[in-house]
């Protein structure tokens, strides 16, 4: 089946304390990105990339990381998470004929 | 202003009834539209693609309109499983799959 799994879906964490949400696509799509959803103001883009060792930031990048070492993960680090990176977190991968953006269930984290 | 902007309702409409949302975007260049459907705290779906002659896929409808830089779409004879949120959403120019997301517009039909 072809989808876009995230991990943890879930997460609870502290501030200051390094965390990792994965993603991995297995539709072999060359472009994946990042977005958070926030109430009122949709989803923001935040780190994208193009292929394998290519990345870029998007609108909000502040705060956040990413890796594109293999073409099916993309991986959001946030070194140091602080309250105001409380959100929905969606990955998104799509190939380049279709555009159509593949999303994964999503990762709800809140930082306390 | 920003770049995809959309009415963000909540739209509450009885089953059967027509319904149309609109959005503006801001960039003149961008070249591909789309509507997205989301469920609430589910992922975005793609529902339709948005085509410069417009398009029709059963009871929805979607018009794009360049020189005023706006996308609408229609939803006839409203279904209860329509009730959703719809994303606009908008390529950046020169990336294609660099899209801009609207806010979305909240729908909900009721009996």
């Known amino acids: 089946e072809a989808q876009v799994t995230q991990n943890p879906r879930y997460l609870i964490t502290v501030t200051g304390k390094k965390l990792t949400v994965t993603c991995s696509q297995n539709?072999?799509?060359?472009?994946m990105s990042w977005y958070r959803q926030d109430p009122g103001l949709g989803l923001r883009q935040i780190y994208y990339?193009?292929?394998?060792?290519?990345?870029d930031k998007g609108d909000v990048p502040e705060g956040y990381k990413v890796s594109r070492k293999e073409k099916r993960n993309f991986p959001l680090i946030l070194e140091s998470p602080s309250p105001n990176q409380t959100s929905l977190y969606f990955c998104?991968?799509?190939?380049?004929?279709?555009?159509?953006?593949?999303f994964g269930p999503g990762t709800r984290l809140t930082v306390l | 202003r920003k770049e995809v902007e959309q009415d963000p309702g909540p739209f509450n409409v009885p089953e059967g009834a027509t319904v149309a949302f609109n959005c503006t975007y801001s960039n003149s260049a961008s070249q591909s539209f789309f509507w997205y459907r989301q469920d609430c705290r589910k992922e975005p779906k793609l529902l339709m693609s948005?085509?410069?002659s417009g398009n029709e896929d059963g009871r929805f409808t979607a018009q794009l309109n360049r020189a005023s830089q706006y996308i609408s779409l229609l939803i006839r004879d409203s279904k209860l499983s329509d009730s959703a949120t719809y994303l606009c959403?908008?390529?950046?120019?020169?990336?294609?799959?660099?899209?801009?997301f609207g806010a979305g517009t909240r729908l909900t039909v009721k009996p």
């Open positions: 959403v908008v390529n950046q120019p020169g990336n294609n799959n660099d899209m801009r």
């Open positions: 948005v085509y410069s």
């Open positions: 998104a991968s799509s190939d380049y004929r279709s555009y159509e953006q593949f």
């Open positions: 990339s193009m292929n394998v060792e290519v990345t």
């Open positions: 539709m072999n799509h060359e472009y």
